[in-house]
């Protein structure tokens, strides 16, 4: 963020009071809004589904288990998370049935997508999965 700041302030002149405005602006205020509040959403979220989904995977033994977890954990790892992003992009963009690509909840739901896989790395091995 410092580092943003630094260019902000290169960019605008190297005026204190232009980089001010610049910070003030609704649309950078609306921008750092939706930053700030999905990434607790999202922090929230994550904790609360990634504890309880180890918990199952690590001491629950159902049929099916080897696919969840697969679906879950290895399989998201091996695309890049611009890869994924475009998945979703095209699964919930323009000419799909939920259309919600570019609107607020789409933010979070594309983060937890993207958090819950290392979520669910750093709280299993504590249990020893």
Do not use: C, H
Not at 27 to 37: N, P, T
């Amino acid at each position: 963020m410092l580092v943003s700041l630094f260019y902000l302030y290169v960019a605008v002149g190297s005026s204190l009071s232009l980089v001010l405005s610049a910070l003030l602006d609704s649309r950078i205020l609306g921008a750092m809004w939706v930053s700030v509040s999905s990434a607790f959403i999202v922090g929230a979220l994550a904790i609360v589904v990634a504890i309880p989904t180890a918990y199952v995977l690590t001491y629950s033994e159902f049929r099916g288990k080897s696919l969840v977890e697969t679906l879950l954990i290895e399989f998201p790892q091996t695309f890049p998370p611009a890869t994924v992003g475009l998945v979703y992009l095209l699964m919930l963009g323009p000419g799909s049935p939920i259309n919600i690509a570019y609107t607020y909840p789409a933010v979070p739901e594309g983060l937890i997508v993207v958090r819950l896989r290392p979520e669910l790395r750093r709280s299993s091995p504590s249990w020893g999965w």
